[in-house]
């Protein structure tokens, strides 16, 4: 009788051993499939991007006015506010929610670039035709400035010594989204300083830092 017992028992731990292990490699399939979906997800994304500026960023303003200085510093500062907002979202999500924030993720990055594409492509395509007053061209400066921190932070909680994917696989395919977001970041920041010849020593500054974030994005 006792035998049997044991022998009941047994059957049972291997039949739970089994079942544990099936439940395992089920759960790693699983995790295996959510990352490739995500993967591509970022992969869609940074496509999407990539389009979008092509569309806006080579088209040229020919016969459009000049650009006003107060029009300048609004958008600077208008997009300062979706990096410091985005940046700030990010830094509040640890590595342990990331799988499951990811959607959030992708979708603040997506609009944050459709955002930064859209506003600054005027600026960036249009060429410099006359010269702002000092007091204007302190403004544009400022508002660089700001965006330039803003940028820098948002960079670093993604990528950063400590940022959000700095150690995980998802490195290197939000990386990729990244910089292409940097590099309008750049192309602004040389149309920006291209107005502001009485500060444009002062925006090297910034210009160093900017760089300093776009290679952050593709560094491995």
Request: charged residues 5%.
């Amino acid at each position: 009788m006792q035998f049997k017992l044991l022998s009941v028992l047994a059957t049972a731990l291997t039949v739970q051993s089994a079942y544990a292990m099936s439940s395992t490699q089920q759960g790693q399939a699983q995790q295996q499939s959510e990352q490739s979906q995500q993967v591509h997800q970022l992969e869609q994304l940074a496509h999407e991007i990539h389009v979008h500026q092509m569309t806006e960023l080579h088209q040229l303003d020919i016969g459009l006015p000049a650009l006003n200085a107060s029009a300048i510093t609004a958008t600077l500062n208008s997009v300062s506010n979706v990096f410091a907002t985005t940046g700030t979202a990010i830094s509040n999500i640890t590595a342990v929610t990331l799988a499951q924030q990811l959607p959030n993720i992708i979708s603040s990055i997506s609009a944050l670039a459709g955002n930064l594409v859209t506003n600054v492509a005027s600026i960036i395509t249009t060429p410099v035709t006359s010269t702002f007053s000092d007091g204007d061209q302190l403004s544009i400066y400022n508002a660089f400035a700001t965006l330039t921190t803003a940028n820098t932070q948002l960079i670093n909680a993604f990528v950063g010594p400590n940022g959000l994917v700095s150690n995980s696989l998802l490195r290197g395919p939000i990386g990729v989204v990244l910089n292409l977001i940097e590099r309008t970041v750049v192309n602004l920041a040389g149309a920006i300083i291209a107005r502001i010849p009485a500060y444009a020593q002062q925006a090297q500054t910034q210009l160093s830092q900017i760089h300093s974030s776009l290679a952050l994005t593709i560094s491995v």
